[in-house]
Nanobody, 121 residues
């Protein structure tokens, strides 16, 4: 099965930066959208950023101007560059993709395991 493997989470100070990576592994026919969502304790999961196959992107209002999503389609990988981090950005960040695996009959929506981002002084 296709899996999403995330990396790059950790600690950052307010105003700092982190870059997250999400690599889709397995036998893949194609990937439509890839994106990032986050969920803080006691809150609903919210959109951070999403990009289609051509790299066109949408962002959640709370991260516009601070976060940038990019993709390397050759490696089936998405990145999230986070700058000007704030304590309110603290959450578990989940990679999401619409992916067509070899064993599937069409695109399926899958999630990574999540990676913790903590912003604190």
């Amino acid at each position: 099965q296709v899996q999403l493997v995330e990396s790059g989470g950790g600690l950052a100070q307010p105003g700092g930066s982190l870059e997250l990576s999400c690599a889709a592994s397995g036998t893949i026919i194609g990937i439509n959208t890839m994106g990032w969502y986050r969920q803080a304790p006691g809150k609903s999961r919210e959109l951070v950023a999403v990009a289609d196959h051509s790299g066109r992107s949408n962002y959640g209002n709370s991260v516009k101007g601070r976060f940038t999503i990019s993709r390397d389609n050759r490696e089936n990988t998405a990145y999230l560059r986070m700058t000007s981090l704030q304590p309110e950005d603290t959450a578990v960040y989940y990679c999401n993709a619409n992916v067509w695996g070899r064993q599937s009959s069409g695109y399926e929506n899958i999630w990574g395991q999540g990676t913790q981002v903590t912003v604190s002084s």
